[in-house]
DNA sequence: AAAGAAATTTAGACAAGGCTAAAATAATTT
DNA sequence: AAATTATTTTAGCCTTGTCTAAATTTCTTT
């Protein structure tokens, strides 16, 4: 069995690796809220047991073992959000906080017996991908919405599950993953977004916007 | 927060005082599969702690503020047994297994999201009544199944949650708690006990005996 | 190209929670 | 009442995962 903070250190490189491409101690350090000298000690243990790659001052790299670990326990994750959602109704900004403890405890029987309860999802309450239990996982292919031009008619694909208030906000305007939206405009001066969806009008920062993934409405 | 060894040292010296009434370190040491001192030095910090009170070689006793937080975690431990069992089908010999771990990162929200769902049961999947969010307990008055005499016709109370292979045999002759039954015979040379119910007999060892309590049935 | 700044690693420490071996205390036999 | 045995505690060590401070390497600026 590997250890939770094992766990955690496998996922948050998945994460880095796909959002950033490379993997800093420092990325690292400030993903998992832990000092740099620690992340340095963990990577050499991750090496020695050839789970991830390392080379001195250069970042670090998953191999395929534990990418698949990741990959393992970003499943448990996703499926155990869904779940709390569809099965106890917890709201969709609560369900990222019980999974990060939840994935670390979830057996594999009781994976499959949730993965069935829910119908063998492919998407989580945020709109990301469920690894599938091989350890493959699709990844749709989308942008974020402050890259959009104006007057576009996108769908929402995926929304950060990181921040429980930026979820509350999105919940209350109705912007969940597969809403249609049109972009109206973007304020100048770094300003918001508009985007109308049931026909309101609604503003969203350029920060956030910077979390909300979608892709272009066909027709 | 309390670390999960804490949460499991209180849970069992709450469930030794019940049983033994006295707790000492050595009963302690083999309940939790750790050595006589490792427990002592663990004790020592939950007294500092004032989660017990501990005289030397005379064992340890838990403060109420150590007995809400043991029942707590019981609370939790019979929430997610009979909640695995309702909501995902876990069979009631492999629940325990489960919920040791999942005891520990039960957020409030969530047991309480889990009473209601369950309807604010009063007993697990083997008996074993759930203490109040209030810190107390019901506990019922029975006697183990060893003790009773032939001829008796008893109910079951409650079933040790300990060994998965007595569960499935016990689910399999149908005795789960609540089913009546009659106690034919007590075989001689600490030969096993006899009981019929749903019109057999089955044997059952008097070691099995212990762990299954019962109260005589009214008439 | 060299200096300064930033990122990374090393060194050394610490807390938690285990362990074994030895010492101290309590309980049981003789 | 001693002697023996069993239980409990102490002493000292280990592993995991963290930290701070200092050293090293890389990146950026001049
Ligand atoms: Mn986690
Ligand atoms: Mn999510
Ligand atoms: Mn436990
Ligand atoms: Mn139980």
Redesign the interface.
């Given at each position: 069995m590997l250890s939770q903070s094992i766990e955690d250190y496998l996922k948050a490189i998945y994460e880095i690796e796909s959002s950033e491409g490379k993997v800093s101690t420092s990325a690292l350090s400030e993903k998992l809220g832990v000092s740099p000298a620690s992340v340095t000690s963990m990577v050499k243990k991750l090496s020695e047991r050839k789970l991830i790659t390392h080379k001195r001052y250069q970042g670090v790299k998953l191999t395929p073992a534990g990418r698949k670990i990741a990959l393992e326990i970003i499943r448990h994750h996703r499926l155990v959000e869904l779940y709390?959602k569809e099965?106890?109704?917890?709201p969709w900004d609560?369900v990222h906080q019980?999974a990060e403890?939840?994935e670390?405890?979830l057996?594999e029987?009781?994976e499959d017996?949730?993965d069935k309860?829910l119908g063998y999802p492919v998407t989580d309450p945020h709109g990301s991908p469920i690894p599938r239990r091989d350890g493959t996982m699709i990844v749709r292919q989308c942008n974020a919405l402050v890259d959009v031009e104006p007057d576009t008619l996108v769908k929402v694909v995926e929304v950060s599950d990181h921040d429980p208030e930026l979820l509350r906000y999105l919940g209350g305007i109705g912007l969940y993953p597969e809403t249609e939206m049109t972009v109206v405009s973007k304020q100048p001066f770094k300003g918001p977004i508009i985007v109308e969806l049931t026909g309101k009008e609604h503003p969203i920062g350029r920060n956030a916007a910077k979390y909300i993934m979608v892709e272009k409405a066909r027709n």
């Open positions: 709390l099965a106890l109704g917890v609560q019980e403890k939840w670390h405890v057996s029987d009781l017996r949730i309860f």
